[in-house]
């Protein structure tokens, strides 16, 4: 939560500082989910900085665990990733 709002606050470095806390948190606790989102949501500053292939890399791990648990929003996801990943020039699996 509080790295949504250092992002929307145009704070992105600090917003991935908290989104990494998060995240080291949820594995701590064996939040799957939260783990996984924490990193989308560092994908998301990532991509808005620029820095695609650390984007993509960061997104994956949420696409993976939308997929591992079947949820109803892989096919979004993973067409926000496979886009960054033709930014890339990679093959968009």
Same mark, same amino acid.
């Given at each position: =939560? @509080? &790295?949504?709002?250092?992002? &929307? !606050?145009?704070?992105? !470095? @600090?917003?991935i500082q908290h989104y990494d806390r998060q995240m080291a948190i949820a594995c701590e606790i064996g939040d799957r989910e939260a783990e996984a989102a924490s990193s989308w949501n560092i994908g998301i500053v990532h991509e808005a900085l620029g820095?695609?292939? #650390?984007a993509? &890399?960061? =997104? #994956?791990?949420?696409?993976?665990y939308l997929r591992s648990t079947g949820h109803a929003d892989l096919q979004h996801h993973e067409a926000h990733l496979n886009r960054l990943r033709a930014r !890339?020039?990679?093959?968009a699996r």
């Open positions: =939560m @509080l &790295g949504n709002a250092h992002a &929307g !606050l145009g704070d992105p !470095l @600090l917003a820095n695609i292939p #650390r993509a &890399g960061a =997104m #994956r791990n949420y696409v993976e !890339l020039g990679h093959c």
